[in-house]
C-alpha cells in the first residue's frame, strides 16, 4: 500500500477508536452494559457475593470464591449443618411422615440449609401443631426415571423400617424431562449460568461496551436455543413416555396407601412473557386427568421479579426468597386440603416436637 493510502486508513481507523472511546464512556457512565460474570471451576461456587448471603469457600486463582457450606452423606443427600441437630418428633405423636423428591431445586442448590424450602415447610406444619416428619431425598440432577426410581428405594428402606410414608411431594423442575439440543446449550440454560462451559474473555472483562454487545448476541442465540430445547422435551413420543413415568409414580403411591403431591418449580426466566406456560398447562392436564394434586408455583413466584429469585447472577436456582415461597405456598395448598395430610390436634405449648428434614440412612 503506498503512502498515499496509508493516511485515509489510519484517518478512518482513529475515527472507529476514537468512536469506541467514546462510546464505551457512554456505556461505563451510563451503567448500561452487562456485569461481566465469570464462572469458577465449581459450579456451586462463585466469584462474587453481591446479595452478602454466601462465605468465602476457597480461592481460585488468588481471588475468593463464596458460597454455602453444606454437609452431605455417602448417597449425597443433604444433612444439616454441622452446627445444627435438629430432633426427630416423638413417635407416640402419631405425626404424619412425608417423603420429598426433586433435584437440585429441593436438594438446596445455592441456599443454606436452615432456608431450604423443606425445612422451612417442616417448620411450618410444626408450628401449627402438626408434628410431621418430613425427609428430604432430593438429589442434585435427578430426572424423572430416577426420580421413580428413588422413590421405590425409600419406598423399600421405610418398610424395613416398619414405617410408611403418609404424603409424597414431587418438586418437579421442567429440566425433569431433559433438554436436548442439537450440540447441545453452551451456556445460560435458564437455570445454571456457572456450568463452565463459557472460556474466560479478557477484552469482555475490560470492555463494557464489548461485553454489551457479546452479551445481548448471547441472549439472543440462548434464549431461542434453549427456549426450543425445554419445549421440545415436552412434546412428541419421549415426552409422552415422561408423562407415562409420572402417572406410573402416582399409581404405585397409590398402591401404596400414600398420597402424592406434584409441586411444579417453574423456570426462573421471563416472568412477564414466560415462555413455558404451555409446558405448565401440559403437567396440570396430566394432574387433572390422573388424578393427582397439583400446585404450580408459577403464579406465586411471577409476583417478584426473575432476578429477586435468582441464587446468583450466575445460578438461577431460587435463592431462600424462593425456597420460603415454596414452602408457603405448599403449606396453604395442604391447609385447603386436610384430605391429604391428616394431623392430630395441635400440642400444647412446649410439648410439640420438632422434625427431621434431613436424610437417614
Known sequence: MTRKGIYPLATILLALAGMFVVLEAVVRVGGWGFEYLRFSNHSYLYFTNPRGYYSPVTTENGRPLYGVPFSVDPEGYRLPDTDMAPAQPPADQGGPSILVLGDSFTWGRGVRYPDAWPVRFSELLNQAGCPARVENAALVGEDIAEIVAEYATQQARALDRGRKWDLVVYAFVLNDFGRDAPGGIQGLDFIDFNNGTFSYSFIRDHSALVNLILGMVDRIRLHKTTVKAYLDAFSGPEAEKKFAKVAD??????????????????????????????????????????GIPFLDLLPAFSLRQDRELWAHPMDHHPNELGHRIAADQLFRFLESRPDLLPCPPAQPPGESGHAQTGKSG
Open 249 to 290: 409414580l402416582h399409581r404405585r403411591i397409590e398402591a401404596n396407601g400414600q398420597r402424592l403431591v406434584i409441586l411444579l418449580f417453574p423456570l426462573l426466566y421471563d416472568f412477564e412473557k414466560y415462555p413455558f406456560a404451555e409446558v405448565h398447562a401440559k403437567t396440570r392436564n396430566l394432574c387433572q386427568k390422573e
